[in-house]
């Protein structure tokens, strides 16, 4: 009879993990920007795998060797991006990890920043961590605002900052300067009057009574909310108003 019997995977054929932190694979992406920072095709190239593929943010074609990931840097590289994580969501497994969010390059060449979705999946090859797949893509809000025609929605500081042109209208004390910071179709449902002003004509004759007390508003609560061509600022705000010091 069995009196003993043992069975085992040949240890030779066990995977053997490399190990590697989260922070660590954050890391991996400052190998692949120095890279970039030294405007040498080749030497970004070297960040990928062997059998690495680059599906590339500024062009259609996948780039499944080293010579096609090496040709779109060729080009990529004359506006001398450097890149910036915004946002990481890292997934680490046996020799193989993956890094993937939202990063901002802002390209040396003219200044201007563009944000885009990614994905790095490197894996332990020879020794050290490679790209074996690099996707990028433009983040499409932004795409569907550009063929709209309509701008892509703006940082939030930004929208809150639109209050200071209404505001600043208000200190002139000029009612078709105030009416001229509302759209060709708005809608004023406003503080004092209980009428509805939906053009411009009845806009300036409520800011006509309105500004003889001299307000200039503060937003104390501001809650945003910004998509492609419109944004909104909810809240609440307090006036002071000049003539009478009254809040």
């Known amino acids: 009879k069995i009196a003993h019997h043992h069975s085992s995977i040949m240890p030779e054929r066990i995977a053997i993990a490399t190990a590697i932190t989260e922070d660590e694979v954050r890391?991996?992406?400052?190998?692949?920007?120095?890279?970039?920072?030294?405007?040498?095709?080749?030497?970004?190239?070297?960040?990928?795998?062997?059998?690495?593929?680059?599906?590339?943010?500024?062009?259609?074609?996948?780039?499944?060797?080293?010579?096609?990931?090496?040709?779109?840097?060729?080009?990529?590289?004359l506006k001398k991006p450097q890149g910036e994580i915004l946002e990481s969501n890292v997934?680490?497994?046996?020799?193989?990890?993956?890094?993937?969010?939202?990063?901002?390059?802002?390209?040396?060449?003219?200044?201007?920043?563009?944000?885009?979705?990614?994905?790095?999946?490197?894996?332990?090859?020879?020794?050290?961590?490679?790209?074996?797949?690099?996707?990028s893509s433009m983040m499409p809000e932004a795409q569907l605002a550009a063929s709209s025609g309509a701008?892509?929605?703006?940082?939030?500081?930004?929208?809150?900052?639109?209050?200071?042109?209404?505001?600043?209208?208000?200190?002139?004390?000029?009612p078709d300067e105030v009416a001229k910071r509302y759209s060709k179709a708005p809608c004023l449902?406003?503080?004092?009057?209980?009428?509805?002003?939906?053009d411009y004509d009845s806009i300036k004759a409520y800011f006509v009574d309105?500004?003889?007390?001299?307000?200039?508003?503060?937003?104390?609560?501001?809650?945003v909310t910004s998509g492609p061509g419109w944004c909104m600022d909810d809240g609440i705000y307090e006036f002071t108003m000049g003539a009478t010091g009254d809040k």
């Open 27 to 77: 890391g991996l992406f400052s190998l692949w920007n120095d890279a970039l920072a030294t405007e040498d095709s080749s030497k970004v190239a070297d960040r990928y795998a062997k059998a690495g593929v680059l599906l590339p943010t500024v062009s259609d074609i996948p780039r499944t060797d080293y010579d096609s990931i090496k040709d779109y840097f060729d080009s990529f590289l």
């Open 151 to 174: 701008p892509a929605p703006i940082p939030d500081a930004e929208v809150r900052s639109l209050f200071s042109l209404w505001n600043n209208a208000l200190a002139t004390l000029d």
């Open 91 to 135: 997934i680490v497994g046996t020799n193989w990890c993956q890094d993937a969010g939202i990063y901002e390059f802002t390209m040396g060449a003219t200044g201007d920043k563009v944000k885009a979705r990614y994905s790095f999946i490197y894996k332990f090859e020879d020794g050290e961590w490679k790209i074996a797949h690099h996707h």
């Open 210 to 223: 309105f500004l003889k007390k001299k307000p200039q508003g503060v937003i104390l609560e501001s809650y």
């Open 189 to 198: 449902l406003p503080t004092v009057s209980d009428v509805p002003r939906t």
